[in-house]
């Protein structure tokens, strides 16, 4: 809490401890993300990284507290955290499958129920930046390939104009190429200004793009470092094995 | 053998019936599909639109339009009722599908026996709503009664594809129906919908008892079976869209009908659970599995 002090955190989190029975996945945990942070969360599988961002997206019951803009929304929903800006792209995506590409795309703008130009704004945006979805408008999103899946995922959740934009592993089952092309779209959208917290195994990409990481193992954060300070994978291995 | 004028008549039959067994599962979908929910107490909102009908028609001396509208009024805000008094607690404390599939059933015997305290238990009935009639074609009977199943049925399942597929709420309510989770994400409020997918429900099956109540009769006992034929015709159907749902309660109602003529009426249930039988073993997703799952 240096350079941090003097700006509101886009969103705090503090002592978020969730469990499933009598395990507890989440301890304590807390982070930050400051207005226009691009933070990065690693951790090795079953560290608890969808469980904290189910918790912060109240899919999943959890004590602690969330602090948005100022606000304390720890006892809102989920569809309410959606309505002040928090959206998710969920680990699998979580597309509309049966539906086409639009009407996933429409669904996305849900919540903007006021002047169609808006979204009508926000679809060129999300065309220009995955002009595939452009061509498949009419398609249903499921017969669609993985990476054209998740570049809807992402496109659905931009529909919604969001302030914090949370992804949980995107590039998951994704080719290299097509992994880096939406990773590098969503570092173009943090120079837009976006706040993104992205969960990411694919380690290289993510770091370059991220101003902090967090690493979390067993269900707390072991480190949270500014990605300059790390040098190489071994720093990083370091945490994951302790 | 049946003559061909006793199997055209009963397919005339079999249709109108069917119908209205094809509204019922629409019923049943509406709600399953924003849910997981099956709703045991659909049949229920039959029997209640029926008696409010008759109620207001007869005890308030209204004409039959406005009684049929009220009625329908009056159980869709039933159905809210009952979502926002038990099925909503129950899921907001993440019940088991099960548990709540069980309270829809009490709901459905609690509201039968307070019909009985409040307006009997006897039979009654009301006349077509439009006078005059049948309609007579050669040797065929067709009362006016099934024109107007007809016309309220393709009106109710037009209006219900366009509700679906054109407006903001019934593209939420989709999304619902295929992921909970990310349609929360998107700051649809699920549980609002789910009200929304109870009004509407309560409301299809009551059109649908207050348009086949002049041709049989209503009690506070017709429930059951129409929820039963209902549940089948949907499960024919695929529990999914509700074109399908309309043309499995159709399907049914013809093999009911022809199970008549051919075997009594004491086949009727028979055949049709066996028909549920056959379905439920060699197309489990229904007769038109495969197909896009919409509306
Ligand atoms: N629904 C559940 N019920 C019980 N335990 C669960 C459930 N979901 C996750 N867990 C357990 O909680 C721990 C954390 O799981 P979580 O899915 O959050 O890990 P993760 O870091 O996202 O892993 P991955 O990288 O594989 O996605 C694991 O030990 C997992 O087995
Ligand atoms: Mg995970």
């Known amino acids: 809490m240096t350079a941090m002090a003097d700006i509101t955190p886009l969103i705090t989190v503090r002592d978020l401890t969730a469990r499933y029975g009598h395990i507890e996945a989440l301890r304590s945990t807390a982070l930050h993300v400051a207005p226009g942070e691009f933070v990065t969360i690693l951790g090795p599988n079953g560290a608890g990284k969808t469980t904290l961002l189910r918790a912060i997206t109240r899919l999943i019951a959890s004590t602690g507290q969330i602090v948005f803009n100022g606000r304390d929304v720890t006892h809102l929903r989920t569809h309410e955290l959606a309505g002040l800006g928090i959206i998710m792209v969920q680990e699998g995506r979580g597309l509309f499958g049966d539906m086409s590409v639009r009407e ?3 669904l996305g703008a849900y919540k903007l129920s006021g002047p169609q130009a808006h979204s009508e704004r926000q679809l060129e945006k999300v065309f220009s930046l995955f002009p595939r979805l452009r061509e498949r408008i009419d398609q249903t999103a499921s017969s669609m390939s993985g990476g054209e899946q998740q570049m809807l995922a992402v496109g659905r959740a931009l529909m919604a104009d969001p302030k914090l934009l949370i992804l949980d592993e995107p590039s998951l089952g994704l080719a290299p190429r097509v992994a880096s092309e939406i990773l590098s779209t969503l570092g173009a959208l943090n120079k837009e200004g976006l706040g993104i917290l992205l969960v990411e195994q694919k380690a290289p990409l993510a770091l370059k793009l991220a101003q902090r990481v967090y690493i ?6 072991r480190a949270e470092l500014p990605t300059q300070e790390i040098e190489s994978h071994h720093d990083l291995a ?3 094995f302790t | 053998m049946p003559s061909a004028v006793e199997l055209v008549q009963s397919l005339v039959n079999g249709v109108g019936i069917g119908l209205i067994y094809g509204l019922v599962a629409i019923g049943f979908c509406v709600i399953y599909n924003a849910s997981g929910i099956v709703n045991f107490a659909q049949g229920v909102f039959v029997m209640l639109g029926g008696m409010f009908a008759h109620t207001l028609l007869t005890q308030f001396g209204l004409p039959i339009y406005v009684s049929a509208v009220l009625s329908t009024i009056l159980v869709a805000g039933i159905g809210v009722l009952v979502q ?7 899921w907001r404390r993440k019940a088991p599908l099960f548990a709540i599939i069980l309270a829809t059933l009490a709901i459905q015997l609690l509201i039968e026996q307070v019909v009985i305290l409040t307006l009997g238990d006897q039979p009654r009935t009301y006349p077509e709503f439009t006078s005059g009639g049948p309609l007579k074609i050669g040797p065929i009977a067709i009362g006016y009664q099934l024109f107007w199943v007809l016309g309220c049925g393709a009106l109710m399942v037009f209006a219900l594809t366009q509700f679906f597929n054109r407006t903001r709420m019934g593209r939420a309510l989709r999304a619902c ?5 990310a349609a929360a994400l998107l700051g649809i409020p699920v549980e609002r ?17 207050i348009l086949i109540t002049p041709t049989q009769y209503t009690a506070y006992s017709v429930g059951g079976p129409f929820g039963i034929n209902g549940f089948i015709a949907a499960i024919i159907g695929g529990f999914g869209s509700a074109p399908a749902a309309l043309v499995g309660g159709i399907f049914l109602g013809v093999i009911q009908s022809g199970a008549i003529v051919f075997f009594g009426a004491g086949f009727k249930n028979i055949v049709a659970l066996t028909v549920l039988l056959i379905v439920l073993l060699f197309f489990p997703s229904g007769l038109f599995a495969g197909r ?3 509306a």
């Open chain 1, 104 to 106: 996933n795309l429409q």
């Open chain 1, 216 to 221: 979390l193992a067993s269900g707390s954060v």
């Open chain 1, 238 to 240: 370091r945490y994951y």
């Open chain 2, 84 to 90: 926002i008094a038990i099925i909503n607690p129950m």
């Open chain 2, 177 to 181: 129906s295929q992921n909970r989770e």
């Open chain 2, 193 to 209: 919908m789910l009200i929304v997918s109870f009004a509407l429900s309560a409301a299809l099956g009551a059109a649908a008892g």
């Open chain 2, 292 to 294: 896009a799952k919409s």
